[in-house]
């Protein structure tokens, strides 16, 4: 589990970004602040190679035609508080790194600072080189945020989050 804070806004209501990610390579804006776990530099830092050199080519994996489906379960399991059931879905790399009390605690961090959960909007399904990425909208009652889940090729979540809106998939 990895618990970022932010500084406190000019409002003096604190950010909070709390997520749950099997360690692999992305960068996360969050509260104004970049945090890159695979210890590259931002891509406006990075040198450019020459134009005869070429990048091997990356192949996005294919997502699975029910991973829209399962982050709408995984969501329901999380606002019913069914902690168990979220982590049961989780790989092994991650049931390892975040219990269901941890996930409960999170939750709870973000119902603090976004207010209850009340709905959500349709989810939309991403493919990356890290998997199936679902982002559903969240309705909550100070705001708008975002429940984003990331499946493997097996169907096991391997990442779960609850972000602000507007933060990019790496």
């Not at 709408?72 to 982590?87: H, K, M, N, P």
């Not at 999170?106 to 399904?125: L, T, V």
Request: no cysteine; aromatic share 6%; net charge positive.
């Amino acid at each position: 589990m990895v618990r970022l804070s932010g500084r406190h806004t000019p409002g003096g209501a604190k950010r909070r970004l709390v997520r749950f990610v099997r360690l692999a390579p992305a960068a996360v804006l969050a509260s104004g602040a970049l945090l890159l776990t695979n210890g590259s530099l931002p891509a406006a830092a990075q040198v450019r190679a020459p134009a005869e050199v070429t990048a091997p080519a990356v192949t996005a994996l294919p997502g699975r035609a029910d991973d829209e489906r399962l982050a709408l379960d995984t969501l329901d399991e999380v606002v019913r508080g069914d902690f168990a059931a979220v982590s049961a879905r989780f790989d092994e790399t991650l049931r390892h790194q975040a219990s269901p009390e941890a996930l409960a605690q999170a939750w709870k961090d973000y119902q603090e600072q976004y207010g209850p959960y009340r709905s959500h909007g349709d989810p939309r399904q991403i493919t990356t080189v890290h998997g199936s990425v679902v982002n559903v909208p969240l309705h909550m009652e100070k705001g708008t945020g975002e429940f984003r889940v990331t499946f493997n090729e097996g169907g096991h979540l391997i990442g779960l989050y609850f972000l602000r809106t507007g933060i990019p998939v790496p």
